[in-house]
């Protein structure tokens, strides 16, 4: 850490603390947007036990996945695993939350 002598206030500024000043801004979770969804190499009875875990234990909201709800079609295991891991993950990433389910799910940066 090299010092600097700042010739106004009389003290030492360390060169670290001017190289944080002036590093470049890293993007934010906002500008990169990720996207948890089912593997598509995951089999259904994967998918399956992953999905009722996050419902039931995982605190995810399942009820849009439901019949007569908004999400419900494309009636599928993948489309409703998708769904499902993704609002966990969207409301539990920044608390430690992962995008796992027992390699049933994967990051994408594509929108689904």
Same mark, same amino acid.
């Given at each position: 850490?090299? @010092?600097y002598y700042n010739i @106004?206030?009389?003290?030492?500024?360390?060169?670290?603390?001017? &190289? /944080?000043? =002036?590093? $470049? $801004?890293?993007?934010? %979770?906002?500008?990169?947007? #990720?996207?948890? !969804?089912?593997? $598509?190499? *995951?089999?259904?009875? !994967?998918? #399956?036990?992953?999905?009722?875990? *996050?419902? #039931? @234990?995982?605190?995810?909201? &399942?009820?849009?996945?439901? +019949?007569?709800? +908004? &999400?419900?079609?494309?009636?599928? /295991?993948? %489309?409703?695993?998708?769904? !499902? =891991?993704?609002?966990?993950? #969207?409301?539990? $990433?920044h608390k430690g939350g992962?995008?796992?389910?027992?390699?049933? *799910?994967?990051?994408?940066?594509?929108?689904?």
């Open positions: 850490v090299k @010092h @106004h206030s009389h003290k030492h500024i360390s060169h670290t603390y001017i &190289c /944080i000043l =002036f590093h $470049k $801004k890293t993007k934010t %979770d906002a500008e990169i947007k #990720q996207w948890c !969804v089912a593997n $598509k190499e *995951a089999p259904d009875d !994967v998918l #399956q036990a992953a999905l009722e875990s *996050a419902c #039931q @234990h995982g605190g995810a909201d &399942c009820s849009k996945i439901k +019949p007569n709800n +908004p &999400c419900f079609l494309p009636n599928t /295991i993948k %489309d409703h695993a998708s769904f !499902v =891991f993704n609002i966990y993950y #969207q409301n539990y $990433k992962f995008c796992y389910f027992n390699r049933a *799910a994967m990051i994408t940066d594509r929108d689904p």
